[in-house]
């Protein structure tokens, strides 16, 4: 199938499904100029081990070493702006063709770009929660300080560490998001993957969820995953540049 005739199946999928969720991972924002995990030279674990900088217990002993590695790429972060593809979801979305984002970013970018129902598997960085007295504060406050400081935020009210409303290994996901998630994923007949290589349970999982009662999937991936073969249409290609003719061939008609 020539890629056209890949972009043309898509939207045509998207059209004829009732109920359309799409998942989303670290390549999407990757246009966006935020680093995926595990890329090559610029992956996040490239050169610190997740477990020291990024679980929960050592977060607790040692908060400003999760604190001097995500500092820079707060920065990043902060600076983002939503890429095509974000945007491209959005649309789809306000078209009817889509009912929900399930997203393993913290970004927030989904958002940004106008999507309505995200469901943020690994939390966000709009809020931060205190490990001592549990107080929950929006984050944006607590950066400024931080990125100019360096110090480690400081609950207002006890004075304990806070911590950003992402998931750490060790963690357990958001209750209610997942609850969400699983839910759309019972009721769809077709998921579109965008920018997620499938390697971190248990987002890993859902199209397989999605296969096992009959419903279709979109691949849209840079490298291959565990499912392409079992998917209805595979591009191997940009999802900022994918994503925007699928769009564009589903408001075509």
Known sequence: MSYASKIARAAALLREARHAVALTGAG?????????????????????????????????????????????????????????????????????????????????????????????????????????????????????????????????????VMKPNVILYGEQLPAEAVSGAMEHVRQADLMLVAGASLETMPASQLPFLVREHAGRLIMVNLMPTYIDEAAEVVIHADVAEVLPRVARVCAEG
Do not use: K
């Open 28 to 160: 999407l924002s990757t246009p966006s100029g935020i680093p995926d995990f595990r890329s090559p030279g610029t992956g996040l674990w490239e050169h610190v081990d997740p477990m020291e900088v990024a679980y929960i217990q050592a977060f607790r002993r040692h908060p400003e070493t999760f604190y001097g590695w995500i500092r820079p790429l707060m920065e990043t972060l902060l600076a983002a702006e939503p890429n095509a593809g974000h945007l491209a979801l959005a649309e789809l979305e306000t078209g009817g063709w889509l009912r929900a984002v399930i997203t393993q970013n913290i970004d927030g970018l989904h958002q940004r770009a106008g999507s309505r129902v995200v469901l943020e598997l690994h939390g966000h960085l709009r809020e931060a929660t205190c490990i001592s007295c549990y107080r929950v504060s929006p984050i944006e406050p607590l950066l400024g300080d931080f990125l100019a400081s360096g110090e480690v935020p400081r609950c207002p009210v006890c004075g304990g």
